[in-house]
Structure formats: structure tokens, C-alpha cells
């Protein structure tokens, strides 16, 4: 019995509930307070996992393989406080965002984003404490329908065909993923990550599970050449959602990508399906920043950017897959960088997309061109933008920093120097196209320019920026933040030596 | 471009066919006498409060997955109502009758629909059966009605239809609170209470399947309707 455990899974889900069948005045502001307590209830989960290690829970109280159990390590925990924060901080834009949608159409959007948002909130914090592999089924089926909810919130034609093709990939990635666990289900009778991480072993079985899993889990992670509906569904949300799709949504199936590959497919993987995980992102990094510096549109740029960026997650495999080194240190090291690439692509990520909500609103379009002049106008958020931008970039002292130069230094020191190449050439590109974002906000404003009709609220460009400075600050206090993805031993090696 | 067309279907279908294949051999490796889970199944049927093994499973021993799935299909249900201007189906005209004999059917139908519905959701602690065969037949007896030209009672989908939809993902987490409250595991039930907890749930969760089928077909319909009349305005 684990009180804030059991919090933290039911507070958001109740309190979906209670916004969905409150009248419309009280929505906003009911979501505000459900997310200061959904967000205390994960920090007290966080902070038993500090204090007692790992934490379990037994749903009804039988225990695996007859129930299903929900454990909660550092890997979790870091999870649990990275959707605290972006959680938190997207309440407070979204509760003045969502104001001026106030008739008609827009009125249904804002009314159903707050349950929509809270149910999703939910369904990630069920993500992160399970420990049952048709559990996270279940799971990523809760998080894809609330996803492709808030993506056709405002029910335009542009957004409903991109939230049809979201739904596909998606149903398709359950699918494969369901199969998986079938197949696995069908050997080892047992559906728990604990015991199947002991009981798995080297088989054409195994191994066909492991395909199918890892190709419907990267679907839904969007890893390039999977990463087509991407683009079109973080584009034309509105702002927060953008923000939530790209943060957090995402990585949910790349958190049970980790999970499987440092557990039940340990023994399975071969060097040639890390490889080739390892050039999709390679390819995710080329194609997506290609197509980020050819953008005309903010919001397209920003969303191209994620599936360059979702490239740097992919290095880890090939390393782990590879096991050239005794003790497992790089694989640790790659495994430490990768899940701080998670870490403050979320934070990052998520700024940019609220910068962009700010600057569509001041300038009344999210054309590059019609920027000019932002950085007068609005010098806060083209600032929050900038140090974003340097997250994503990796320069020191950002999160991105400790994440890229962790995954470079595991890529070296394994031996499989040529994905350097690849880590650096992306930081240059990820300038690149950060430059071409802000060219414009610098440049004079010219005659024929229209006005800048919209106004934000200070309160909004303070929640982009909190966003950005946290990514930042991550890598000034990495090491702390380090020890505690390690808390029972996550990826089930040592480390050796470092 | 018809030429691609066909290279895409004979390589898509080499491809599923050697899917198959591949798939057909991994499933040949697994073990013939499958261990599974039905022994661990049988030895805590007695404190799972009920006597038939798949409602121990979906109502007990996995009865947090079943949560979060009632939690999906309010989700879907949710989907729906972004499409009508309140969070109820009272926007959704009511079909012309146009046929007597089947409106009358209908109404004599319902009565034994709602009465099988019950039985279903009774007979589940003993015999197959339960929370989702119930509400399908409670949900389709209301499409039924729809389709045949009755208004539906203004409450049921007026004021109360989000409530319905909301109530049995609602039902298993009042029960999980409470039990949290009183200090013991997630959603695990005390034996002796097993029982009627589950038929609580479970009743909630019958009228919840049925509004979301309801909402499912019912609303999206209008939606239909309205797309072939804009032209006209």
C-alpha cells in the first residue's frame, strides 16, 4: 500500500472526470488545482523512490503472474518528475491560451481539452508505474485516443485528416505491439516484466517478438522512416497540445522501447537490429533537419525538428546490441545520455511549441516571414525561444549538453566512432535551422508589413520560459538528477569501470 | 502511376506472405502444452468472489487493466461529443418513423432487451456473461429504438448522458479510493466484499458500455447527416 503511488494514478483521472461534467466556467480553473495535485502526488512517488528505492504496489493484491504489479525505480521516477514539470507548466499556458476560445466550435475545443489533457496525464503516469506488458497495452491505447483527441480538437478538415492518419499508425504500432505480447504470453505464461525479464531466453519466438514490438513501438515513437504522420499532427494542433504530442506523448513508447531491450530482449538482440536502429536515427537526424531548414512555417519547422531530434534516441541500441566492452560501461553511459535526451528534448520541445503559440497569437500567423519585428515586440518569449534553441543544440550548460556529450563519449568509447558523425553533425544542423527560426524576429520591420494585432498574456511567455530555464538547468545539476535514474538499477548493468 | 499501384500491391503482398510465414514457424516453437496461467486461475477462484474464471479475471485478478480500458472507451465517447455542441446527444435529430410494424417491435422488444441485459450482467458471476455483454445488448436495443424513429427519454441523453458515459470508469475508482482509504493495495478487494463490489461495478459499468455504444453510433450519424445537407446550407 503506497498512498502516493495510488495518488498520483487516480487524482488525474478523477479529476478528468470532474472537468468533464463541471459547467464551462469552472473547468479552467478546476484543472489548475487537479494539476498542483497530480504534480505533488508524482514529486511524493519521486521522493520515496529517493528515500526507499524501488517502490512496488500489488493491483488487487495478488501479485504477478496472477495480477498485475506496478513498480515505480528511477527510471520512473525521472519520468514521473519530467511530466510534473511540463504537465504543470502547460496547465497554467492552456488556462489563459484557451480564453479567447470562447464561441462556437472553438468553445467545444476548449471545453473537452481539459478532461481530454487530464485523462492523458493519467494515462501517462500509468505508463511510467506499470510493470505488466498487456498493462502497457492497455496503456498505449489510453494514450493514443486521448492524443488523437487533442490533436482534432478544433475539428478544422486540416486537423481531422491528420488526426486520421495519427489514428492508423497508431491502431497499426498497438497492433504489432499486441502481437508481441501474444507470442511472448504464448512461451513463458506469464505477463509480467519481472519474470519475463528472468525467464526470456534466446529463441526464434523471443526474437520474432522482439521484431514486432520494436517496429510498432517505433511507429509510434515516430522514428524516421516511421515518422510521417509526425509532422502534420504536431503542426496543426493548437499550441499545447503541440507541446504535449512532441514533450511527452512520444516517448512513451520509446520509455517501453527501454524497458524491453534492457529486459526481456536483452539476450536477443542481435548487432544487426541495433544497427539498423541505429541508422534510422541517423537518417531520422539528416531527414528531419533537411526538411526543418526548407520549412516556411514556424509550427512545421518546430515539428520537423522533433523527428531530427528523436534521431539521437536511436544510438543507444547499437551499442547495447553491440556489447564490446566488458561490465556494460558505455552501454550505461549511452543509456544515462539517451534517457537525458528525453529529459530536455520534453523541456525544450515543449517551450518552443508554447513560443510558437505566443508568436501565432502576436503576430497572427506562423509564417517565418511575418515574424519580423517579434524581437521588439515580444523580446521575453524570442528569448525563450533562444535558450531553447541552445538545449536543442546542445550547447553547455544545457541538459542537452550532459545528453549529447554522454551519448558522443559511449559512441567513442564502444568502438563505434562513425556515429559521432552523426551526433555533431545534427547539433550544427539543429543551429542551422534555430538560426533560420529567429532570423526573422530580428529583422526591421518593413512597410507592407501587417500590424502585430495580438496581445499575450506575461503569464504564458513565464511558463515557455520556466520551461527553457529548466532545460537548461538540468545540466548544471545532471549529476543529481543522474543518481536517481539509477535507483534500482534500471538497465540492469553495473557500469564497470566509469 | 497504375503501374506503381500494382508494384505496390505484389510487393505488399510478398511482404505480408512472408510475414506469415515467418511468423507461422515462431509460433511453431512454442511449447505445445502451454503453462499459461488457468492453475494460477483455479487455486484463487475461491476469494475472487465470483465462480466463473473469466469475470475473476476481468473484474479481480486484472481488474486494473479493466479500468483503464472503461477509460478508453470514454475516450472514444469523448471523441464523439467534440462533434456535437454539448457533452449529450440532444442535438441529434430523431429519425422519421417509417415503418409502423418494426416501431412497434421495437417497443415491444425493449422491455426483454433490458430484462436480458440484467440476466447477462447477473449470470456473469456464475457463467459467461457480464459488465460487456449486457451493455452491448442494452446499447443496441437504444440504437434500435433510435433507428426506428422513438425519441429517447430527454434525461437519459440530455443531462445525464455524460454522467452515464463517465460512471463505470468512475464506479472501479470510487471503489479503488475507498480502498486506498481504509489502507489497503490498489483496487484489491477484501474476499468477503468481492463479490458485490464486483456486481457494483460491473452494473456501472453495463449502463457506461451502453451509453458509449450509443454515443458511438447515434452521434456520429448526425454527423453524417449534416455533412450530406451543408451543401444545401
Known amino acids: 500500500m503506497n498512498a502516493a503511488l495510488q495518488g498520483s494514478l487516480l487524482a488525474p483521472f478523477a479529476g478528468a472526470l470532474l472537468v468533464l461534467l463541471v459547467p464551462e466556467k469552472l473547468k479552467a480553473r478546476i484543472t489548475l488545482v487537479v494539476s498542483l495535485v497530480t504534480a505533488g502526488l508524482a514529486l511524493g512517488v519521486v521522493r520515496e523512490v529517493m528515500r526507499d528505492g524501488v517502490v512496488h504496489e500489488r493491483a488487487g493484491g495478488w501479485g504477478a503472474p496472477l495480477g498485475i504489479d506496478l513498480a515505480a525505480d528511477g ?41 481530454f489533457w487530464l485523462m492523458l496525464w493519467g494515462s501517462m503516469h500509468a505508463l511510467f508505474l506499470s510493470g505488466d506488458l498487456f498493462n ?87 522514428v524516421f522512416p ?41 539476450d536477443v538482440v542481435t548487432p544487426a537490429m541495433g544497427w539498423l536502429l541505429g541508422a534510422m536515427g541517423a537518417g531520422a537526424i539528416l531527414w528531419g533537419s533537411y526538411q526543418a531548414l526548407r520549412q516556411a512555417r514556424l509550427k512545421m519547422l518546430i515539428a520537423h525538428s522533433t523527428v531530427a531530434q528523436l534521431g539521437y534516441l536511436m544510438f543507444l541500441f547499437p551499442i547495447v546490441a553491440g556489447a564490446m566492452d566488458a561490465g556494460g560501461a558505455y552501454q550505461l553511459e549511452a543509456a544515462k545520455g539517451t534517457v537525458y535526451h528525453v529529459l530536455s528534448h520534453a523541456l525544450a520541445k515543449a517551450s518552443l511549441f508554447l513560443s510558437a503559440g505566443l508568436v501565432m497569437t502576436a503576430a497572427g500567423s506562423d509564417r517565418l516571414r511575418d515574424m519580423r519585428g517579434l524581437a521588439e515586440r515580444l523580446p521575453l518569449t524570442i528569448f525563450t525561444m533562444a535558450l531553447a534553441g541552445v538545449s536543442l543544440m546542445g550547447l553547455p550548460p544545457s541538459g542537452g549538453f550532459i545528453a549529447k556529450w554522454l551519448i558522443a563519449h559511449a559512441v567513442l568509447g564502444s568502438g563505434q566512432w562513425w556515429w559521432i558523425v552523426f551526433v555533431v553533425g545534427g547539433g550544427l544542423l539543429t543551429a542551422g535551422y534555430m538560426f533560420l527560426m529567429l532570423r526573422s524576429a530580428f529583422l526591421e520591420r518593413q512597410d507592407g508589413d501587417p500590424d502585430l494585432p495580438g496581445r499575450v498574456s506575461p503569464a504564458m511567455e513565464y511558463a515557455a520560459l520556466a520551461l527553457a530555464l529548466a532545460g537548461v538547468l538540468i545540466g548544471i545539476r545532471a549529476a543529481g538528477l543522474l543518481d536517481i535514474m539509477m535507483i534500482g538499477n534500471p538497465f540492469g548493468f553495473t557500469g564497470g569501470g566509469l | 502511376m497504375k503501374g506503381a499501384g500494382k508494384a505496390i500491391r505484389v510487393y505488399g503482398l510478398c511482404a505480408v506472405v512472408l510475414l506469415a510465414i515467418w511468423l507461422v514457424r515462431a509460433v511453431l516453437a512454442m511449447p505445445v502444452e502451454p503453462g499459461g496461467l488457468t492453475g494460477v486461475v483455479d487455486a484463487a477462484m475461491p476469494q475472487s468472489g465470483v465462480k466463473h474464471p473469466v469475470t475473476a479475471v476481468l ?23 467534440l462533434f456535437q455542441p454539448r457533452n449529450d446527444l440532444t442535438a441529434v435529430r430523431p429519425l422519421p418513423p417509417f415503418d409502423p410494424v ?21 449470470v456473469g458471476k456464475y457463467a459467461p456473461g457480464g459488465a460487456f455483454q449486457a451493455g452491448v445488448v442494452l446499447g443496441s436495443v437504444v440504437i434500435l429504438l433510435w433507428l426506428t424513429g422513438i425519441r429517447l427519454p430527454a434525461p437519459l441523453i440530455g443531462r445525464w448522458f455524460a454522467p452515464l458515459l463517465a460512471v463505470g470508469f468512475a464506479s472501479f475508482m470510487a471503489v479503488a479510493a475507498v480502498l486506498g482509504f481504509i489502507g489497503r493495495e490498489f483496487l484489491a478487494y477484501p474476499p468477503e466484499q468481492a463479490g458485490n463490489l464486483i456486481l457494483l461495478i460491473e452494473s456501472c459499468a453495463t ?10 453510433i447515434v452521434g456520429l450519424r448526425t454527423q453524417a447527416q449534416h455533412a450530406e445537407e451543408s451543401p444545401h446550407g
Open chain 1, 75 to 115: 527510471l520512473s521516477a525521472i519520468h514521473l518528475l519530467m511530466t510534473a514539470v511540463v504537465g504543470l507548466l502547460l496547465s497554467l499556458y492552456a488556462f489563459y491560451y484557451f480564453r479567447s476560445y470562447d464561441d462556437g466550435r472553438k468553445a467545444r475545443a476548449r471545453s473537452l481539452f481539459w478532461p
Open chain 1, 136 to 222: 502497457l497495452y492497455v496503456v498505449l491505447e489510453l494514450i493514443g485516443l486521448a492524443a488523437i483527441g487533442l490533436v482534432i480538437l478544433t475539428g478544422s478538415r486540416e486537423v481531422l485528416g491528420a488526426g486520421m492518419r495519427y489514428l492508423m499508425v497508431a491502431m497499426a504500432g498497438s497492433m504489432s505491439y499486441l502481437l508481441g505480447v501474444v507470442l511472448l504470453y504464448g512461451m513463458y505464461g506469464t505477463l509480467d516484466l519481472g519474470s519475463l525479464n528472468a525467464l526470456a531466453e534466446a529463441n526464434p519466438l523471443t526474437r520474432a517478438a522482439c521484431v514486432v514490438m520494436t517496429v510498432g513501438l517505433l511507429m509510434k515513437t515516430a
Open chain 1, 226 to 266: 516511421l515518422h510521417f504522420w509526425l509532422p502534420p499532427a504536431h503542426a496543426s494542433a493548437t499550441a499545447p497540445v503541440s507541446a504535449l504530442l512532441s514533450a511527452l506523448v512520444v516517448k512513451g513508447s520509446f520509455y517501453i522501447l527501454l524497458r524491453l531491450w534492457f529486459g526481456v530482449f536483452a
Open chain 2, 59 to 81: 473484474l479481480n485478478f486484472r481488474g486494473y487493466d479493466t479500468w483503464l480500458e472503461l477509460g478508453v472507451l470514454l475516450l472514444a465517447a469523448m471523441g464523439v461529443l
Open chain 2, 102 to 122: 418494426l416501431t412497434r417491435a421495437a417497443v415491444i422488444l425493449f422491455p426483454f432487451a433490458v430484462l436480458v441485459s440484467g440476466y447477462l450482467l447477473w
Open chain 2, 207 to 216: 449502463l457506461s458500455i451502453a451509453a458509449t455504444m450509443a454515443a458511438l
